[in-house]
């Protein structure tokens, strides 16, 4: 379901199915005719990952590429730059054992680009992303080696790739 806020209220907006489960979870505008909501779907097999596109008048589903078929994959959030340069986040895999997903629109299409998982980590997930430029996007999340999940938040540094992992200290409560 996908609501619009019109100044006053929200209001329901029409928004295609993918056949059986359908989940968003992450919604960003560039401009008021061109959003983006991300998400995954799910018809009897492993779920996979689900974009849509606002284009000022109506939403339509996206291809979006999967790591697997026979594998989950699951997108979070998603955040843009510009029009032509649109993050997607997320992760993939099963049975608790998830690496990080990241997608990147180029104005023509959506694909997978590499991003790190910590070291022995059997469970790493991306749950929200930002782009401060066409340079430079955050995402954040988590990962879980041994005990509790830590922080993970990795930068995208560009144009070149070049994704990074970054240690963030975990807070301990007093």
């Not at 589903?61 to 699951?74: A, D, G, K, L, Q």
């Not at 929200?128 to 996007?137: D, I, L």
Request: proline letters at 6%; aromatic letters at 12%; glycine letters at 12%.
């Amino acid at each position: 379901m996908i609501e619009k806020w019109d100044g006053g209220a929200w209001s329901i907006v029409s928004s295609p199915n993918s056949g059986g489960y359908n989940d968003l979870r992450g919604v960003t505008c560039a401009s008021k005719e061109h959003c983006w909501a991300v998400g995954s779907y799910g018809a009897g097999g492993p779920n996979q990952t689900f974009i849509e596109h606002w284009n000022g008048i109506l939403w339509t589903i996206v291809s979006s590429p999967n790591t697997s078929t026979m594998e989950n994959n699951y997108l979070s959030a998603v955040a843009c730059a510009s029009a032509s340069n649109c993050w997607a986040v997320g992760y993939y895999g099963g049975n608790g054992a998830f690496q990080t997903l990241a997608e990147q629109w180029d104005g023509n299409i959506w694909t997978i680009v590499s991003s790190p998982n910590p070291s022995g980590a059997h469970d790493s997930e991306f749950l929200g992303v930002t782009c401060a430029s066409v340079e430079q996007c955050w995402a954040a999340g988590f990962y879980v080696t041994n005990g509790p999940p830590r922080t993970l938040v990795e930068m995208w540094q560009g144009p070149t790739p070049r994704p990074r992992n970054l240690h963030v200290p975990s807070l301990n409560k007093v």
